[in-house]
């Protein structure tokens, strides 16, 4: 199958995806498709109602099927075919996945202005912490410090 017609298919999956969660109220209209070497390995449609799990997106539940199916949590040389545009929650999630691209539809532009604006987000991590609208104290460093002190010296430790 030619290269592009196969990225068609998998972006019309994950459309599709985004179009069966509203038919069907499973949650927001999102859907996602990881792949590896043209097979698709994991797929899913926004949950974050049906789940009441806010960090549910397509992108991140895809993610974490895509990490079970594969028993890692290093998705290298993996593709996310999503239906728009990942919010800030789910390209972190994406970076630290490792996928290696990422294909989308709707903008996140298109996604605000149906509702799912993340404007607000972008915005707060520009502003120094005392002056975000979410009050951030920090306490106990000294004794939190332990635990990175043992990872440190840990010999059992996995990078990631």
Same mark, same amino acid.
């Given at each position: 199958?030619?290269?592009?017609?196969?990225?068609?298919?998998? #972006?019309?999956?994950?459309?599709?995806?985004?179009?069966?969660?509203?038919?069907? *109220?499973?949650?927001? &209209?999102?859907?996602?498709?990881?792949? +590896?070497?043209?097979?698709?390995?994991?797929? /899913?449609?926004?949950?974050?109602?049906? *789940?009441?799990? &806010?960090?549910?997106?397509?992108?991140? /539940?895809?993610?974490?099927?895509?990490?079970? !199916?594969?028993?890692?949590?290093?998705?290298?040389?993996?593709?996310?075919?999503? *239906?728009?545009?990942?919010? &800030? #929650?789910?390209? /972190? !999630?994406?970076? %630290?996945?490792?996928?290696?691209?990422?294909?989308?539809?709707?903008?996140?532009?298109?996604?605000?202005?149906?509702?799912?604006?993340?404007?607000?987000?972008?915005?707060?991590?520009? +502003? &120094?912490?005392?002056?975000?609208?979410?009050?951030?104290?920090?306490?106990?460093?000294?004794?939190?410090?332990?635990?990175?002190?043992? %990872?440190?010296? /840990?010999?059992?430790?996995?990078?990631?």
């Amino acid at each position: 199958m030619e290269q592009s017609t196969q990225h068609e298919k998998f #972006m019309r999956l994950a459309i599709e995806l985004s179009e069966k969660n509203v038919l069907e *109220s499973l949650g927001g &209209p999102f859907g996602a498709v990881i792949v +590896k070497n043209g097979e698709i390995i994991a797929q /899913s449609g926004n949950k974050v109602t049906s *789940s009441n799990d &806010p960090t549910a997106h397509a992108e991140v /539940s895809a993610i974490r099927l895509a990490c079970t !199916a594969l028993n890692t949590f290093d998705l290298s040389g993996c593709v996310v075919y999503t *239906s728009c545009e990942p919010c &800030p #929650m789910c390209l /972190s !999630a994406i970076y %630290w996945a490792r996928i290696s691209i990422i294909y989308y539809a709707n903008t996140k532009t298109d996604a605000g202005n149906i509702g799912f604006d993340d404007k607000f987000i972008y915005d707060e991590l520009e +502003k &120094p912490m005392e002056l975000r609208s979410l009050p951030i104290k920090q306490m106990m460093r000294n004794e939190a410090l332990q635990a990175f002190k043992l %990872w440190e010296q /840990s010999t059992m430790r996995t990078d990631y």
